[in-house]
Nanobody
Framework: QVQLVESGGGLVQAGGSLSLSCAAS????????MGWFRQAPGKEREFVAHISRSGGSTYYADSVKGRFTISRDNAKNTVYLQMSRLKPEDTAVYYC???????????????WGQGTQVTVSS
């Protein structure tokens, strides 16, 4: 069992930056690939970024590539999402998720946090 708790959301102006954190419980954090997803009102949950178990590989949605950076610290059981050059269309609830297998679709992630709101004003 893995419990995930996101933090760091808030209100920021367009062009600004925000950093999200996701703290995981348990001693098996390094066994999971970690992902960030987001869901805007009236829209489906969408993939944002994924990082492999070791942190050696990262993947991004085209919409955030070059602006967002995912990283992890296995010693601290934490995954991060550094967001820069934020746009109003980045406004959503952001979720972190743990994936013990393969794939980067929401169905591939077994554990989810409760989410943190990010609002980007124009």
């Amino acid at each position: 069992q893995v419990q995930l708790v996101e933090s760091g959301g808030g209100l920021v102006q367009a062009g600004g930056s925000l950093s999200l954190s996701c703290a995981a419980s348990g001693r098996t954090f390094s066994r999971y690939g970690m992902g960030w997803f987001r869901q805007a009102p009236g829209k489906e949950r969408e993939f944002v970024a994924h990082i492999s178990r070791s942190g050696g590989s990262t993947y991004y949605a085209d919409s955030v590539k070059g602006r967002f950076t995912i990283s992890r610290d296995n010693a601290k059981n934490t995954v991060y999402l550094q967001m820069s050059r934020l746009k109003p269309e980045d406004t959503a609830v952001y979720y972190c998720a743990a994936n013990g297998g393969w794939g980067m679709q929401p169905v591939n992630y077994e554990y989810w946090g409760q989410g943190t709101q990010v609002t980007v004003s124009s």
